[in-house]
């Protein structure tokens, strides 16, 4: 399953890091709506407002369904037919929907059958591995391109060379108060079987989307039908992943300690992976800052160095006390 996730990225960096070719061949970068609903968080709860890609004819409906948006949309779907006056009055979870059973609920079949197709956008996502009765998290996201970043500001018009986000499968739909008001989007996150490198620590996964072409596929609801998508829907191996502090089980949490690696034991060095490190350096190089769009955000730079002959911990905690007085980097906020 997937119930926590990370995104830290600000908003204009998530355009970025979404660069697509449309079918003319042009390189472009998808447009937001309501930005001003998203703010990045490394600890990310259901209820909270989540970057989701979708079709542009969603909301334009002479479009062409190949361009793309990033919506921040409510995460756990509040299908349409709901009609209470408040949508918090479900009964049941929706967080996630599972891939065996989704087209015989209706909350899941109407939406995808109408082409509410969604990429939920996040650095990576938290699962809890169950041990002698206590549970441990991990932080699992996509291996990192193996890449030097210069240091200086992003530019925008260059390639994005930073953390590759991880693009999870999801359903989206539209509900509207009985009584009039604004309409709420809202999402649920497709889960599949486990891969094999990852059913150690859990038995369900997210459906990763891997590589654009089948995010293409899984948007562009007018050229691929729902059959023909639900193919993509699947497990896959390319995925990292290693333990972090149990910080991160209060969603209250938010701060850059969530999904720093850890070592597990006493006396344990903590064996870094490529991207665990990149990510290490990430963090250590350079706190969440505010930008002119007033959000937080990581840095984008990729230096990658020798592997650190201290924890990762370790790491963490001079980089903290360094940053003390930047308060987005010091104290947890709620969501």
Not at 205 to 222: C, N, Q, T, Y
Not at 243 to 252: E, L
Not at 257 to 282: A, F, Q, R
Request: aromatic share 10%.
């Amino acid at each position: 399953m997937c119930g926590r996730t990370a995104c830290a990225l600000g908003a204009d960096r998530i355009r970025r890091a979404c660069v697509y070719c449309d079918n003319y061949g042009r390189t472009r970068q998808p447009e937001w709506r309501d930005a001003d609903k998203y703010s990045p968080s490394y600890n990310k709860s259901p209820q909270s407002n989540s970057p989701v890609l979708v079709s542009r004819r969603h909301f334009e409906k002479d479009a062409d369904s190949s361009e793309r948006v990033i919506a921040a949309m409510r995460w756990g779907l509040v299908p349409a037919w709901f009609r209470e006056d408040d949508p918090s009055k479900m009964q049941y979870k929706t967080s996630n929907c599972r891939s065996d059973t989704m087209m015989e609920k209706l909350s899941y079949k109407g939406p995808l059958i109408k082409g509410r197709r969604c990429v939920v956008l996040a650095d990576g996502f938290y699962e809890w591995q169950q041990h002698n009765g206590k549970k441990q998290p991990y932080f699992i996201y996509f291996p990192q391109p193996k890449q030097e970043m210069a240091d200086g500001k992003d530019d925008d018009d260059k390639e994005w060379k930073g953390w590759r986000l991880l693009t999870m499968a999801g359903i989206f739909d539209c509900w509207e108060p009985p009584d009039g008001g604004d309409a709420l989007y809202t999402y649920t996150i497709i889960t599949v079987d486990a891969s094999k490198g990852l059913s150690d620590i859990h038995n369900r996964m997210p459906a990763i989307l891997d590589g654009d072409e089948a995010i293409r596929k899984w948007l562009d609801f007018s050229e691929v039908s729902t059959q023909e998508a639900l193919r993509l829907i699947h497990s896959t191996e390319n995925i990292a992943f290693h333990p972090v502090s149990t910080i991160v089980n209060n969603s209250r949490n938010n701060t850059p300690e969530c999904l720093v690696p850890i070592g597990l034991g006493p006396k344990t060095e903590t064996k870094v992976s490529t991207s665990s490190k990149m990510m290490l350096d990430w963090v250590k190089n350079k706190s969440p800052k505010k930008e002119e769009d007033d959000l937080p955000r990581w840095s984008s730079q990729f230096i990658q160095i020798a592997a650190p002959k201290r924890t990762s911990a370790g790491l963490m905690h001079q980089w903290l006390k360094k940053e003390e007085g930047d308060p987005c980097a010091k104290k947890p906020k709620t969501q």
